[in-house]
């Protein structure tokens, strides 16, 4: 019977993982460039019973059965939330008409075919942040609301460099010289070039784009809109030949690809689900109170 209670106690714990996980994704429904998470549950390895010991228990007053042990059956002890998994679709592109707000279109990717499976290749911005050793790494993104800080660089809205081809901060004061930053001075191509038209003499820059072929797999979510790259080497950068069908659009942002309404549905479901747990708890053990007054008895 205790069996019971342990499956119960695992699907409350792995709802309210899928619980946070659904929140966490309602919290950023505004966070440009976000990338909403999809929990998978999974079951616990089962367990084979076997009746055995059937002709010597070795206990007194115990029924003995001729035979050798049979297979009573499978059983298994409850799920458990897995992993988070993101998912990469491309959030809505959103005019916004300033001058540093940066969208990726790359819906037009092709699809490709790694280890038997077919996956959706996606392009990402390259930025430059603090790692777990405080050392400073590259990780991607796909939120492009960016700014100028004190320094001429241009970043993150969270403080981050972005990074060149070079992988190097990218420094709009130097390529703009003295002109101030609006959208007459400073301009970006479909292939992701920074240029400036009021100062022919600063060569342009072209943004670290880096196309990512499984970003499943390969990506770790660091914080809600960086990724770490897991795969073997780096990711490909960027091919205006391959990558023809892939557009860096000025005065845009890509929005949260969370869907609210689909979210709250989800929400209503793992709460319904956690309170079916909490009756089956409950109801075993309102059953153990029962039996531990019948053995006072």
Known sequence: MLRGLDAAASGMIANQARQDALTNNLANVNTPGYKSD???????????????????SGVA??????????TIGRISHGVYNQELVPNFIQGDVTETGKVLDVALVDEGLPT??????????????????????GQLQT????????????Q????????????????QPINLRALLGNAPLNKSTLQLTPGGQLIAPGNPNAAPVQLGLYRVNNPAANLVKEADTTFRYSGNGAPTLYNPVNDI??????GYVERSNVDAGRTMIDLMTVLRSYESNQRVLQAYDMTLQKLNEVGKI
């Open 38 to 56: 999809n929990s998978t549950f999974r079951t616990f390895p089962e367990l084979l019973l076997e009746r055995i010991r059937d002709t010597n």
């Open 112 to 133: 490709i075919v790694e280890n038997g499976r077919q996956v959706q290749p996606r392009m990402f911005f390259a930025i430059q942040k603090p790692g777990e050793n």
């Open 152 to 167: 001429g660089q241009l970043t993150t809205i969270e403080g981050y460099p972005v990074l060149d081809i070079n992988n």
């Open 245 to 250: 069908s892939v557009a860096v659009k000025q």
């Open 61 to 70: 007053g115990l029924p003995a059965f001729p035979g050798p042990k049979q």
């Open 139 to 150: 990780y991607y993104t796909r939120s492009g609301n960016w700014s100028m800080n004190a």
